[in-house]
DNA sequence: TTGACATGTGACCAAATGGTCACCTAACCT
DNA sequence: AGGTTAGGTGACCATTTGGTCACATGTCAA
């Protein structure tokens, strides 16, 4: 799943995807190849991938597969490392970062 | 960045920074070994790649290093593609499948 | 049924990644 | 000063990953 993230391609056919839903592999293969010289079988590949970690959500119609961006695993990631109380401390930290290493 | 999360290891030192930060490579080596066998060298590899992708903040004090989580670019990955309605949308999507392909 | 269209599969190659080691610098402590 | 401790660097190797191609499957439409 989060080797799934850390390829440009499939990060933009996921913004590609929350952007609209319900995508064929030629729609997505097009606008990959506006971005990136790849063939057809390269973005099969990442949409496999996706699918696989659960980021997308697939849905055949005859022979055409329909593709959707599912949030909910990164959702997850979120919430694994960050508690409403943790963006204080942040602050907290770089302000004592900035008074020790500040004088030479 | 992205890659920076792809890897188990790195993602347990952040849950371990996570839960207490201001720890030194010698520390983290520790916690990491009880997991997995790697020497320090891994350990200092994957936690420069960590600095390197700004989701760990360091400070030295003498010739300690001392680790600290960052949580801002998790909070901007969850925001890139998740927004309030999409959690929703998700829902419907997921009974127009069941009711699509439930048919044999 | 015949052909065109949308997609899937397995083999294969080049490049990136994970990990170790030998060696090095710098700080602390008698 | 000398020894010990904390950490860093560059070369190197094994494995994984990104990408393409030849070929195959299944579906629509005339």
């Known amino acids: 799943m989060f080797k799934a993230l850390a390829d440009p391609t499939r990060r933009l056919l996921l913004d590609t995807l929350r952007e609209r839903g319900g995508r064929t592999l030629g729609e997505l293969e097009e606008v990959v190849v506006e971005h990136t010289p ?6 099969s590949k990442h949409l496999r991938l996706l699918e696989e ?6 849905l055949r119609s005859g022979r055409e597969k329909l593709h959707h961006l599912n949030p909910v695993p990164i ?18 930290l770089t ?8 004088k030479p």
């Open 38 to 43: 790849m063939t057809r079988f390269g973005v």
């Open 95 to 102: 302000t004592l970062k900035s008074q020790l290493e500040e």
């Open 53 to 58: 970690a659960n980021l997308v959500v697939t």
């Open 75 to 92: 959702q997850q990631v979120h919430d694994r490392w960050i508690d409403k109380y943790t963006e204080r401390r942040l602050t907290a």
